[in-house]
């Protein structure tokens, strides 16, 4: 079943007795306009809708959650009101809408209680626009944490990644997967709540909405093929090579050459290029052989992941080892070096 997305509210509704992964709580929604025009109508159910209070007053406004624009977090929600605190927290949530038009909604749900964990989760990551599932959350009872922007725990992983989620967040992430299913594979994110209750622990979706992109994302199967290439293309480089000492590479942005510095870890096509050609693709090779160390004129000192440039360490270091020494010290000299970055990976600047 197809579900399309509509305002905070609306989106909930649609997801009601369809949604298998996660909860959604009772809901009551009502227009400006429907509040304007009987006011006591549209509170005189919520108890039967909703149960017994406490609840939250949370805006839907028209001008959130859309295709282009989220307006995350302009709008107010009131927690934890009581009856007596029902209208004038409506009242709030419609002012916050810089008055409201007539077609804007109010959401009255019950507030959640014994809150272990909440975040929010998304289906791609927001800043590369990659199909990457992150999840963004925080353990205890506080859900505005990580929704108003102040941190919390950050855990991310591939599209088509053949690792299990840690137990923690496998329901959340299978919610994404759901989700994505129903929505027809439209980024987008979420934010949850985790409560403890006797049963268990119950996720429950606290909103959905389209995720903004600044450009259109690649494929899944599009990712999951380069990836399969870098790993292959670093399987290869970890492998012995005949005429490199040293049984192994690691890979660093800040050793040697430090691109991470010069160009940076993302640079634009054409300086990658002109770095690799004035540099490291051989010139740095052919100093240090005039100065009397091994020739690698033939071995360019760094390699690139569809764009992100790494200094291979093990052509590095056997860079600096004297040409006439014995083969056999030069090998264990590189292996020696290796093994003490990598025991102390933060003197990957020193190299």
Known sequence: ??????????????????????????????????????????????????????????SSCAREDRSTYSNAGAFVSVLSVEEAGLEAAVEQVIASYGGGQPIDEVLIQPMLTEVIRSGVAFSHDPNTCAPY?????????DTAIVTGGAGGQLWQQAAHSPLPPPPTLAPIVALIEELLALFGKVPLDCEFAVAAEADGEVLSLLQVRPLVLSRQPESEAVQAARLENVQQKVARGMQQHPFLMGRRTVYGVMPDWNPAEIIGIRPKPLALSLYRELITDAIWAYQRHNYGYRNLRSFPLMPHFFGLPYIDVRLSFNSFIPADLDEGLAGRLV?????????EPTLHDKV
């Open 1 to 58: 079943m197809a579900v399309g997305f509509s305002t905070k509210a609306g989106t909930l509704v649609a997801l009601q007795g369809v949604l298998k992964t996660a909860r959604i709580a009772p809901l009551r929604v009502f227009t400006v306009a429907e509040w304007r025009e009987n006011r006591a109508a549209c509170l005189s159910e919520i108890t039967v809708d909703v149960g017994a209070g406490p609840w939250i007053v949370r």
């Open 335 to 343: 292996d020696h070096y290796i093994d003490r970055l990598l025991t």
């Open 133 to 141: 599932r992150v999840v963004n959350w925080s353990e205890g009872s």
